[in-house]
């Protein structure tokens, strides 16, 4: 299992921090429970001042977190699923959202919690959405990893 190893964040200091959560349409179920799992962990630091919005899918994904970081939140929580087909069409959306969320991150100096799925199928994503049955929940950790680096970047006094 790819979550073998992860690391227990225990977040202190979140409370008073904005976050933005930026969430994709395609595959529902998937993303209700991504969504979710942000807003579990989210409620598990104390973080109230919080906005989810939608874009219609992860290729959408950069672009709305670079708007919502010159709008003054300390995260960004970018949620999505790609699931492989039968075209490059995978490896073109997943490497322009990895890369342009790598960006709007580097760029801003704002973390952005890294919840985008790339699996080879349907069921792979079912095990990662943190559903009841699901193995992990990638929604609450990219959460939890982005308010992590905020507080930090937070007591840097940056």
């Not at 977190?65 to 709008?71: T, V, Y």
């Not at 490059?88 to 919840?115: K, N, R, W």
Request: net charge negative; aromatic share 6%; proline share 3%.
């Amino acid at each position: 299992m790819s979550g073998e190893g992860a690391p227990k964040l225990d977040v202190q200091g979140a409370k008073g921090l904005k976050v933005a959560v930026v969430a994709a349409q395609w595959h529902t179920v998937v993303m209700d429970g991504l969504i979710a799992g942000a807003e579990r962990a989210l409620d598990e630091f104390g973080v109230t001042d919080y906005q989810v919005l939608r874009v219609p899918g992860s290729f959408e994904l950069p672009v709305a977190a670079k708007a919502l970081a010159a709008r003054g939140y300390d995260a960004i929580v970018a949620l999505g699923v790609v699931i492989r087909g039968g075209t490059p069409h995978f490896d073109f959306v997943c490497e322009a959202a990895t890369m342009g969320l790598t960006q709007v991150s580097v760029d801003s100096g704002i973390p952005v919690g890294f919840g985008l799925l790339t699996c080879d199928n349907e069921q792979q994503a079912l095990d990662r959405a943190g559903l009841a049955d699901s193995k992990e929940d990638k929604g609450h950790e990219a959460t939890t990893a982005a308010l992590s680096t905020a507080v930090l970047i937070r007591g840097l006094g940056a």
